[in-house]
């Protein structure tokens, strides 16, 4: 398996969760405190670091951030290409994405290019641009050192694109221990086809949209056995990052404390021993028992919502109350987060839903969420 960095922290930081701050009545990106954290993230040894066109805001900051801050060289820049509806109109406008984020960015090139989160519901857009080729062009051109793709599908989905397209040169997949078996998400049987096809694994989604980071007490409990002092987080990312395919495992930190915390075992990484290993099997057991909304905080789904109802946070406002049973905080949360668009409102148009890499039934979930936290 050909190796695609030197001298690489398997830390990346990935640019899609930054922190905010309000400014003139509008939530923004928190530059000052963004460049903070990849000062701390560079001088640890970390290099790779994730955008997308998609994620608001965050390739300008990445420009801000880094890379008027930092030799070129000095760190490998990954973002993506996003051809779904809500992203491109057409063809020209899905190619027109490498242009807006080179001038977004400032970067000149990208170490990294994605097609971005494919899933048998959208590769016919991929498929019918013609973006595969498309982004061949680019590495041949050098605007793009390598290519490769995001991924939520079936494992045997992963299999007929890596059949179809042996020169991918990686796949960034979503892994983490509560996933792991997962009959949707299918981390493991994604991994290992991956493996097969010989393509280094870039890994999104350690911590589960930061849902590992604050887990129920069963979970913490089966941790402490073995290390009470270590974060919930650590726990997460040290798994994924165990696996010997794993390339980067990519982390969203939000501030400065959670870049502290994920230097503090990722500068000098240690692989899970068995005893640990154990301990996350138990984790992963507690948390399989508790019934919860399985959503990742994406936001792929809220573009294109009519009624701009605030999905994830609304959803994360339930799991409150189905994964702790605090009805007064997930009330208080789902005010805070509903405005003017409560889970009610939803029309049940149905574009959420194609939207959703989890494949979450969206609408009954809203249904659920209204009758438990309104009124």
Same mark, same amino acid.
């Given at each position: 398996?050909?190796?695609?960095?030197?001298?690489?922290?398997?830390?990346? $930081?990935?640019?899609?969760?930054?922190?905010?701050?309000?400014?003139?009545?509008?939530?923004?990106?928190?530059?000052?405190?963004?460049?903070?954290?990849?000062?701390?993230?560079?001088?640890?040894?970390?290099?790779?670091?994730?955008?997308?066109?998609?994620?608001?805001?965050?390739?300008?900051?990445?420009?801000?951030?880094?890379?008027? =801050?930092?030799?070129?060289?000095?760190?490998?820049?990954?973002?993506? +290409? #996003?051809?779904?509806? $809500?992203?491109?109109?057409?063809?020209?406008?899905? &190619?027109?994405?490498?242009?807006?984020?080179?001038?977004?960015?400032?970067?000149?090139?990208?170490? $990294?290019?994605?097609?971005?989160? +494919?899933?048998?519901? #959208?590769?016919?857009?991929?498929?019918?641009?013609?973006?595969?080729?498309?982004?061949?062009?680019?590495?041949?051109?050098?605007?793009? *050192?390598?290519?490769?793709?995001? $991924?939520?599908?079936?494992?045997? %989905?992963?299999?007929?694109?890596?059949?179809?397209?042996?020169?991918?040169? %990686?796949?960034?997949?979503?892994?983490?221990?509560?996933?792991?078996?997962?009959?949707?998400?299918?981390?493991? @049987?994604?991994?290992?086809?991956?493996?097969?096809?010989?393509?280094?694994?870039?890994?999104?989604?350690?911590?589960?949209?930061?849902? +590992?980071?604050?887990? !129920?007490?069963?979970?913490?409990?089966?941790?402490?056995?073995?290390?009470? *002092?270590?974060?919930?987080?650590?726990?997460?990312?040290?798994?994924?990052?165990?696996?010997?395919?794993?390339?980067?495992?990519?982390?969203?930190?939000?501030? =400065?404390?959670?870049?502290?915390? #994920?230097?503090?075992?990722?500068?000098? %990484?240690?692989?899970?021993?068995?005893?640990?290993?154990?301990?996350?099997?138990?984790?992963?057991?507690?948390?399989?028992?508790?019934? &919860?909304?399985?959503?990742?905080?994406?936001?792929?789904?809220?573009?294109?919502?009519?009624?701009?109802?605030?999905?994830?946070?609304?959803? &994360?406002?339930?799991?409150?109350?189905?994964?702790?049973?605090?009805? *007064?905080?997930?009330?208080?949360?789902?005010?805070?987060?509903?405005?003017?668009?409560? @889970?009610?409102?939803?029309?049940?148009?149905?574009?959420?839903?194609?939207?959703?890499?989890?494949?979450? !039934?969206?609408?009954?979930?809203?249904?659920?969420?209204?009758?438990?936290?309104?009124?």
């Amino acid at each position: 398996m050909g190796k695609l960095i030197d001298n690489c922290m398997k830390l990346g $930081f990935g640019m899609m969760r930054l922190p905010r701050i309000t400014e003139g009545g509008k939530e923004i990106i928190d530059i000052e405190q963004t460049k903070d954290m990849v000062d701390a993230f560079m001088k640890a040894g970390g290099k790779y670091v994730d955008t997308a066109f998609v994620y608001e805001g965050s390739e300008e900051a990445t420009r801000k951030a880094l890379v008027e =801050r930092y030799p070129r060289d000095a760190y490998y820049l990954a973002t993506k +290409l #996003n051809a779904s509806e $809500f992203a491109a109109k057409d063809e020209q406008a899905a &190619k027109d994405e490498l242009r807006i984020s080179l001038e977004r960015t400032g970067a000149g090139y990208f170490d $990294f290019y994605l097609l971005h989160a +494919l899933g048998r519901g #959208n590769v016919e857009k991929y498929n019918n641009y013609g973006l595969w080729d498309y982004v061949r062009q680019l590495k041949e051109e050098g605007i793009v *050192k390598h290519w490769g793709f995001s $991924f939520h599908d079936t494992a045997d %989905f992963l299999d007929e694109l890596l059949t179809e397209h042996p020169d991918a040169e %990686f796949v960034q997949l979503q892994i983490n221990y509560a996933d792991w078996e997962d009959k949707d998400v299918q981390s493991r @049987a994604c991994y290992e086809v991956a493996t097969k096809h010989g393509k280094p694994v870039i890994v999104m989604e350690p911590v589960k949209g930061g849902t +590992l980071a604050d887990p !129920p007490e069963s979970v913490r409990a089966a941790f402490a056995e073995v290390n009470e *002092k270590a974060s919930p987080a650590s726990w997460a990312i040290r798994y994924v990052a165990s696996l010997p395919n794993v390339m980067v495992v990519l982390s969203g930190m939000s501030n =400065r404390e959670q870049m502290a915390d #994920n230097l503090s075992f990722m500068e000098n %990484f240690v692989p899970l021993d068995e005893a640990e290993s154990r301990a996350v099997d138990k984790a992963r057991e507690a948390l399989n028992a508790i019934d &919860k909304i399985e959503c990742t905080a994406c936001r792929y789904c809220t573009p294109g919502c009519p009624m701009k109802i605030n999905i994830p946070a609304l959803f &994360k406002a339930m799991n409150i109350y189905k994964v702790y049973g605090n009805l *007064k905080r997930a009330k208080y949360s789902y005010r805070d987060n509903a405005g003017e668009s409560p @889970a009610s409102v939803c029309i049940q148009c149905g574009q959420c839903e194609g939207a959703c890499p989890q494949r979450l !039934p969206i609408i009954e979930l809203l249904q659920e969420t209204a009758e438990a936290l309104e009124g």
